[in-house]
């Protein structure tokens, strides 16, 4: 992933910690309200792909539970009796590969909070609400309230729709049959239009087109999530070594 932090900002280590606030959450729930009605019908998508291969309960608590909408989608393909362990937990691992990144992004933030907490938000972090949550720092809202705000919003929209696909799904739909795993990716692109900071990021943001472009026509399956995000992190390395 590229970074966001213009190279003569003072670095995140040596601001004041972030704080944690019931105005933030509001602030969080607020600003992720589009992403999370936009969010529906891939929610629904999904537990109809997956009403065909297990019940709407299990659909729905995968959803809950593992709340990863690319990786779950990805591990449909491999859901076949006797479940291949190895496989999916693979697949799963390389399509949230990217959060590692963001994680690392957002890590600075945390300094001084409970590891509870750090647990909790780390593991309900989506790529909108990562990219809402390090816009809102980089203005000067510096409150980790806003994420949990958007995994409150996000949430139950992702498990109902799941639900309610899986209910009412047709058998055997195939989401892509629609486009929606390119309207997924174009609702992150447009999410992190915003963190553009000048032409320092513009070296990272070219190496993650094309490592992801590259890897979506010579590479099978998700690895151009895995290649982008990979680009993008040595290209930044490079600019901070001029």
């Not at 992933?1 to 213009?6: L, W």
């Not at 909408?69 to 479940?83: C, D, E, K, R, T």
């Not at 959060?99 to 001084?112: N, R």
């Not at 992190?192 to 992801?212: E, K």
């Amino acid at each position: 992933m590229p970074s966001f932090r213009p190279m003569d900002s003072p670095a995140p280590q040596s601001a004041e910690p972030a704080t944690f606030t019931r105005a933030g959450i509001w602030r969080g729930m607020k600003l992720t309200l589009p992403y999370s009605v936009s969010a529906l019908p891939f929610g629904l998508a999904f537990g109809a792909a997956a009403g065909a291969m297990m019940t709407p309960a299990e659909a729905t608590l995968m959803s809950a539970l593992v709340f990863a909408g690319s990786a779950q989608f990805a591990v449909l393909s491999l859901w076949a009796g006797p479940l291949p362990l190895l496989a999916i937990t693979m697949t799963a691992f390389l399509v949230n590969a990217r959060h590692i990144v963001m994680g690392a992004a957002l890590q600075p933030h945390f300094a001084g909070q409970p590891r509870s907490l750090v647990l909790l938000l780390g593991g309900g972090m989506t790529d909108a609400g990562w990219a809402i949550t390090l816009q809102e720092m980089l203005r000067g809202r510096r409150d980790l309230g806003i994420l949990l705000g958007t995994i409150i919003m996000q949430w139950p929209i992702w498990t109902g729709g799941t639900l309610l696909g899986a209910i009412i799904g047709s058998a055997g739909m195939d989401p892509k049959r629609w486009g929606l795993d390119v309207l997924i990716a174009g609702v992150f692109a447009i999410s992190v239009i915003g963190l553009y900071r000048g032409r320092d990021d513009l070296l990272p943001w070219i190496a993650a087109v094309a490592g992801t472009a590259a890897a979506l026509l010579w590479l099978p399956g998700n690895w151009y999530i895995l290649i982008g995000g990979l680009s993008a992190g040595l290209a930044g390395l490079l600019r901070h070594d001029d």
